[in-house]
């Protein structure tokens, strides 16, 4: 297989680089799992796949939904700035995932109507912290979490360790990812946590443009991998402007196709959506009203899109947050009112 060729240019992702420090938290040591256990969440994921029984049935609901994340502001003033959050994202340690550290964020989520979207980070930054979590050496702390959102009143969705392609550019990380994450969903799975947790992988969508000659997307894929995400009925990608047109109408089904060479055939979530004033052509009221016009006529590709409202990984000539513009921000807060997200 051969990488999708382009001319190279920088990736987006050197401006978002350093998002959470989990990379940075020591390895913590944890209790074997039973036999019995180990044996059961070894099982292949793909093994008791059928039909319809998939998580992303848990928030389906037949339009597109939206939402925002917004460190360093409050719900209220990110809702009072751009309208109704329907989905909530956050980003969260090793160190805070495995001691319930998005447990607040997630009742109050969920007794304001909205759908909490928590992404965590390994153990240990890359490589290293995805052989340990595939190996099993995480799987009681792991396991512990997965009984608490069993409990939960209602779903969460939930990504490991977004862009991980960004995080490790040796020979076989991406095999290493893609092992540590099917772990995870199948101590989720043996845990009861899958009634309640639509446990969606992510890539930014850098990993997959024409124009990116370093990585190969099939580097960091595997069948396991593939066989989790159309267990679980959804996929995710993060996609930011880049200075060309290349929107959600050309960059969903491009990510489909690679996904369908898998035998995946499922709608894609957008974890991070953002513009910015420097890249005027479209401006970032066009883009945000091309890419948002086309989701929601195309909701059975497409299923979520969360706007990137922060000023992290911003710098002086790009900047994400919605309040760089009021055309920004009148665009999105106009794509919320007319979905009556929530």
Request: aromatic fraction near 10%; proline fraction near 5%; charge should be positive.
């Amino acid at each position: 297989m051969t990488n999708l060729s382009g001319q190279t240019t920088t990736s987006r992702r050197s401006l978002l680089k350093g998002l959470v420090a989990g990379g940075g938290l020591a390895a913590v040591a944890v209790a074997a799992p039973s036999q019995a256990f180990a044996n059961a969440v070894n099982r292949s994921a793909a093994s008791s796949a059928r039909p319809g029984a998939t998580g992303y049935a848990l928030i389906q609901r037949g339009r597109l939904r939206l939402g925002q994340s917004h460190a360093g502001m409050t719900v209220a003033a990110a809702e009072s700035q751009s309208g109704r959050i329907g989905v909530h994202r956050a980003f969260y340690t090793w160190s805070q995932y495995i001691n319930g550290g998005d447990a607040g964020q997630i009742a109050d989520d969920h007794a304001h109507g909205r759908i909490p979207w928590v992404s965590f980070k390994p153990p240990v930054g890359g490589k290293p912290g995805w052989d340990a979590i595939a190996a099993g050496a995480h799987d009681a702390a792991i396991t512990k979490q997965a009984r608490r959102y069993a409990a939960l009143g209602k779903p969460i969705i939930q990504t490991f360790n977004h862009e991980s392609s960004n995080d490790d550019f040796t020979a076989g990380a991406g095999r290493s990812y893609a092992a540590a994450t099917s772990r995870i969903y199948r101590l989720y799975k043996a845990a009861g946590a899958t009634s309640k947790v639509v446990y969606v992988p992510l890539q930014g969508y850098w990993l997959f443009n024409p124009r990116n000659t370093r990585d190969n997307p099939h580097d960091w894929m595997t069948q396991e991998l593939a066989d989790v995400i159309q267990e679980v009925g959804v996929y995710s990608i993060d996609s930011y402007h880049e200075g060309d047109d290349q929107n959600l109408d050309y960059r969903i089904p491009r990510v489909r196709a690679f996904l369908a060479k898998y035998g995946v055939t499922v709608p894609v979530m957008v974890g991070e959506y953002g513009t910015c004033n420097n890249f005027s052509n479209p401006s970032p009221a066009d883009y945000i009203n091309t890419g948002i016009t086309w989701a929601k006529n195309h909701v059975n590709q497409c299923a979520v899109v969360c706007y990137y409202n922060c000023s992290l990984n911003s710098k002086p000539d790009v900047y994400w947050p919605l309040r760089e513009s009021t055309a920004k921000t009148n665009a999105w807060k106009q794509q919320v009112t007319s979905l009556a997200t929530g």
